[in-house]
């Protein structure tokens, strides 16, 4: 049955992909939520058809790994059952339309998103902009990877991670609109700004003229962009129904946006005036087994409002939780195993799937991130990857580990200036090397 998709290497819900520990079946979150009864379906779906083995991904969604061969379109089936498909697609579905509705969903917000009184609530938008896209036959054609982000402006949000659409909401005197860019974040310049009203018109047309530019070879808008230039893509979009792009805007010439402070992702944060707002903690590494996730669902029905937050940190959050709750839930985190506070090595550590699961990877990247753990110098923060895709991390970490063989890496410490990683401090280096290397450095500019 797979067989009928189109070819891609991106896991979805009805794509499971095979890697080295098994299928690879991705839940996209909308929104990064996550119900309590869903989170129990998921646990129960992993063991059932899965190593029970559970991944919290850096686009705020989750997978399932190690899903057993013949047991896909079951998994999918369970899934779907539990609400955790694209809007209107059942179990009776035909899979190629499951499978464009679910790839459809790459729309990011923040963790806070309708949480934070202090900024817009976007998932009105965000739901809009999805039904807008599954709506419209051609849009299936976009890559699994084309992602869309919006801003609300919330004290928490992955802003730094580039997106092939990106929109931040400003007030602009009584009214809402939307700052936009193109394959970049809101930290950047953007390109215009949309009425609130004329967002998801714009964006259609936008996406029409990606496609009339794209060809057979292009899948991003950063390709579009360079292969046609930015003025052929607006020139394209207006032939495309109503386009309204202002670009002249005083406001385009101030726009400033910062990254947020991620450490907000960690510990009891009051959102609220009377002190009840969210408690966030991460699984080591983004991993977690079925039966933690069926305690945290607990945990949410019991102090919180009974959803969680997947976080692009690989962490999660526990929405609306009373002021006088928030400490016992801390500690119930904590005996969970998962990390509240940024002081804890692994919390300042991530790691791709690494050559257990990936094909693809030089070296066992979990098991060397926890092995840097007990050597990892305070404060510094670290990414280890298994080769140059850079799966557990879409921004640049303060310093990258990057595989070149089992227990060697090549070191490089972020660096505006470079490409890629940033600057090659040494290469091949053991960890214990690494995080000498490390200790003797300077650090770039903070991880935010
Ligand atoms: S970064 Fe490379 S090695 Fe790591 S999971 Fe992705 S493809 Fe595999």
Same mark, same amino acid.
């Given at each position: 049955?797979?067989?009928?998709?189109?070819p891609?290497?991106?896991?979805?819900?009805v794509?499971?992909v095979?890697a080295?520990?098994g299928?690879?079946c991705?839940?996209?979150?909308?929104?990064g939520?996550?119900?309590?009864?869903q989170?129990?379906?998921?646990?129960?779906?992993?063991?059932?058809?899965?190593?029970?083995?559970?991944?919290?991904?850096?686009?705020a969604?989750?997978?399932?790994?190690g899903?057993?061969?013949?047991?896909?379109?079951?998994?999918s089936?369970?899934?779907?059952?539990?609400?955790?498909?694209?809007?209107?697609?059942?179990?009776?579905s035909?899979?190629?339309?499951?499978?464009a509705?679910d790839?459809?969903?790459?729309?990011?917000?923040?963790?806070?998103?309708?949480?934070?009184?202090?900024?817009?609530?976007?998932?009105?938008?965000?739901?809009?902009?999805?039904?807008?896209?599954?709506?419209?036959?051609?849009?299936?054609?976009?890559?699994?990877?084309f992602?869309?982000?919006i801003?609300?402006?919330?004290?928490?949000?992955?802003?730094?991670?580039?997106?092939?659409?990106?929109?931040?909401?400003?007030?602009?005197?009584?009214?809402?609109?939307?700052?936009a860019?193109?394959?970049?974040?809101?930290?950047?310049?953007?390109?215009? !700004?949309? #009425?609130a009203?004329?967002v998801?018109?714009?964006?259609? /047309?936008? &996406? *029409? $003229?990606?496609l009339? %530019? =794209?060809?057979a070879?292009?899948?991003r808008m950063?390709?579009?962009?360079?292969?046609?230039?930015l003025?052929?893509?607006l020139?394209?979009?207006?032939q495309?129904g109503?386009?309204s792009?202002?670009?002249?805007?005083?406001?385009?010439?101030?726009?400033?946006?910062?990254?947020?402070?991620?450490?907000?992702?960690?510990g009891?944060?009051?959102?609220?005036?009377d002190?009840?707002?969210? !408690?966030? #903690?991460?699984?080591?590494?983004g991993?977690?087994?079925? /039966?933690? &996730? *069926? $305690?945290?669902?607990? %945990? =949410?029905?019991?102090?919180?409002?009974a959803?969680?937050?997947?976080?692009?940190w690989?962490?999660?959050?526990?929405?609306?939780?009373?002021?006088?709750?928030?400490?016992?839930?801390?500690?119930?985190?904590?005996?969970?195993?998962?990390?509240?506070?940024?002081?804890?090595?692994?919390?300042?550590?991530?790691?791709?799937?690494?050559?257990?699961?990936?094909?693809?990877?030089?070296?066992?990247t979990? #098991?060397?991130?926890?092995?840097?753990?007990?050597?990892?110098?305070?404060?510094?923060?670290?990414?280890?990857?298994?080769c140059?895709?850079?799966?557990?991390?879409?921004?640049?970490?303060p310093?990258?580990?990057?595989?070149q063989?089992?227990?060697?890496?090549?070191?490089?410490?972020?660096?505006?200036?470079a490409?890629?990683?940033?600057?090659?401090?040494?290469?091949?280096?053991t960890?214990?090397?690494a995080?000498?290397?490390?200790?003797?450095?300077?650090?770039?500019?903070?991880?935010?």
């Open positions: 049955m797979l067989a009928a998709l189109r891609s290497a991106c896991p979805g819900l794509r499971v095979a080295r520990d299928g690879l991705r839940i996209r979150l909308a929104g939520v996550l119900h309590a009864a989170a129990r379906a998921l646990a129960d779906a992993a063991l059932a058809h899965a190593s029970g083995v559970l991944e919290l991904t850096n686009r969604n989750m997978q399932i790994r899903v057993r061969a013949g047991e896909e379109a079951a998994l089936a369970a899934l779907i059952g539990a609400g955790l498909g694209p809007a209107g697609v059942d179990a009776t035909a899979i190629e339309r499951a499978c509705a790839e459809l969903r790459n729309v990011m917000l923040s963790p806070l998103a309708g949480l934070d009184p202090a900024a817009c609530d976007t998932t009105t938008l965000a739901a809009a902009l999805i039904d807008m896209m599954q709506r419209e036959a051609r849009f299936a054609a976009l890559s699994p990877k992602a869309l982000l801003d609300g402006g919330e004290r928490m949000a992955m802003r730094e991670h580039p997106h092939d659409i990106w929109l931040a909401a400003q007030r602009h005197g009584a009214t809402l609109r939307f700052a860019g193109l394959a970049g974040c809101p930290t950047e310049a953007p390109i215009g !700004v949309l #009425a009203d004329d998801c018109g714009s964006i259609r /047309a936008l &996406l *029409h $003229a990606f009339d %530019l =794209a060809g070879d292009i899948t950063r390709g579009v962009l360079v292969a046609h230039g003025e052929a893509l020139h394209r979009a207006q495309h109503k386009f792009l202002m670009r002249d805007d005083a406001a385009l010439r101030t726009w400033r946006r910062d990254a947020s402070d991620a450490d907000l992702r960690l009891a944060h009051a959102l609220h005036a002190g009840s707002g969210y !408690v966030g #903690a991460q699984p080591a590494l991993r977690l087994d079925a /039966a933690t &996730l *069926h $305690a945290l669902a607990a %945990l =949410a029905e019991a102090a919180g409002d959803t969680l937050r997947i976080t692009p690989q962490s999660l959050l526990l929405p609306n939780v009373a002021a006088r709750a928030m400490p016992a839930v801390l500690e119930h985190l904590r005996v969970l195993g998962l990390i509240g506070t940024r002081a804890a090595p692994l919390a300042r550590l991530i790691a791709c799937t690494g050559s257990t699961g990936c094909a693809k990877s030089r070296a066992d979990k #098991a060397d991130a926890q092995r840097l753990a007990a050597l990892l110098p305070a404060d510094a923060e670290a990414h280890l990857s298994g140059e895709r850079s799966c557990a991390a879409a921004h640049r970490a310093f990258t580990l990057l595989a063989a089992p227990e060697h890496y090549d070191l490089y410490r972020r660096d505006d200036a490409p890629g990683f940033g600057q090659l401090v040494a290469p091949n280096l960890i214990e090397a995080a000498q290397a490390i200790a003797r450095r300077p650090r770039s500019t903070p991880d935010v």
